[in-house]
T-cell receptor, first 114, second 113 residues
Framework: SQTIHQWPATLVQPVGSPLSLECTVE??????LYWYRQAAGRGLQLLFY??????ISSEVPQNLSASRPQDRQFILSSKKLLLSDSGFYLC?????????????FGDGTRLSIL | DQQVKQNSPSLSVQEGRISILNCDYT??????FLWYKKYPAEGPTFLIS?????DKNEDGRFTVFLNKSAKHLSLHIVPSQPGDSAVYFC????????????FGTGTRLKVLA
């Protein structure tokens, strides 16, 4: 069966510090991968998605970036965090870009910026 | 521009009764819709979906209804159980595009024992 792992579960970082969140998927190959953010009182906002190694599409311009160094690894990064980067970050995967394959989410990372 | 809206931030229902969660969308290109359930400190889990070629899809206690003319979908949970207490998100996508999901802001359901 397929599993998705995200870490860390919680993170407290000072403003201006760098960020690296990692997500890995097991039990499948060539998944589509996604990074979402849920800010307080908001829905899930798609930040990045990837259909393959090295292929990243950005949905929202911001000081975050994503990379996919391996088939089942997706990394969310920032060089300098802002207060507005606080939120709940979720990684997700799906088998392919077909409508009958829902996205499956990890348990998320709660990021607090001080 | 919120293309998918869940106008009720919260809903309380007695155990055993029906829970109805609503979702409205504005983009007529959306043709596939999903519901996710989310517990605190966990990621959302897929619950049920519906294609625009249908107006109803049922899975156990969960039924999703789609009214394309009104651009409205709803999730019915019958009978509601305390374990159903969670935040429910609806999502919409276009199967002719990049299949990106647009999520609503969620409705917090509380089932009272």
């Amino acid at each position: 069966s397929q599993t998705i792992h995200q870490w860390p579960a919680t993170l407290v970082q000072p403003v201006g510090s760098p960020l690296s969140l990692e997500c890995t998927v097991e039990g499948t190959s060539n998944p589509n991968l996604y990074w979402y953010r849920q800010a307080a009182g908001r829905g899930l906002q798609l930040l990045f998605y990837s259909v393959g190694i090295g292929q990243i599409s950005s949905e929202v311009p911001q000081n975050l970036s994503a990379s996919r160094p391996q088939d089942r690894q997706f990394i969310l990064s920032s060089k300098k965090l802002l207060l507005s980067d606080s939120g709940f970050y979720l990684c997700a995967w799906s088998r392919s870009f077909t409508f009958d394959q829902p996205q499956h989410f990890g348990d998320g990372t709660r990021l607090s910026i001080l | 521009d919120q293309q998918v809206k869940q106008n009720s931030p919260s809903l309380s229902v007695q155990e055993g009764r029906i829970s109805i969660l609503n979702c409205d969308y504005t983009n007529s290109m959306f043709d596939y819709f999903l519901w996710y359930k989310k517990y605190p400190a966990e990621g959302p889990t897929f619950l049920i979906s519906i294609s625009s070629i249908k107006d109803k899809n049922e899975d156990g206690r969960f039924t999703v209804f789609l009214n394309k003319s009104a651009k409205h979908l709803s999730l019915h949970i019958v009978p509601s159980q305390p374990g159903d207490s969670a935040v429910y998100f609806c999502a919409a996508t276009t199967t002719s595009g990049t299949y990106k999901y647009i999520f609503g802001t969620g409705t917090r359901l509380k089932v009272l024992a």
